[in-house]
Nanobody, 126 residues
């Protein structure tokens, strides 16, 4: 499956952005989908994940209550709605897909994922 992330940009602190991850080549319903981010000079970190059937989601503590992951399997797209953005959210955001797991299973480690998008830059100014 090929993944294309989009929706990044420059926003002021407190603002919102919605990232999209469009999948092609395979139906996205076969995959758990995650979002990761990598700030300059730092390691890639987990942000959010949604299970194949959308029934299970999980977030890193720093974004709970501010970010929402969702999926539209009919459109083969996964979203990350980001509200109340903070300067520390500045990073390149990557979507990723994990194949071959149960419909309700989610993983938070990058090595669990089989396919990665190219990343989209989110910059939050103070």
């Amino acid at each position: 499956v090929q993944l294309q992330a989009s929706g990044g940009g420059l926003v002021q602190a407190g603002g919102s952005l919605r990232l999209s991850c469009a999948a092609s080549g395979r139906t996205v319903s076969n995959y758990a989908m995650g979002w990761f981010r990598q700030a300059s000079g730092k390691e890639r970190e987990f942000v959010a994940v949604i299970s194949r059937n959308g029934g299970n989601t999980y977030y890193t503590n720093s974004v709970k209550g501010r970010f929402t992951i969702s999926r539209d399997n009919a459109k083969n797209t996964v979203y990350l709605q980001m509200n109340s953005l903070k300067p520390e959210d500045t990073a390149v955001y990557y979507c990723a897909a994990e194949r071959g797991i149960g419909v309700g299973v989610v993983h938070t480690t990058a090595r669990s994922y089989d396919y990665w998008g190219q990343g989209t830059l989110v910059t939050v100014s103070s």
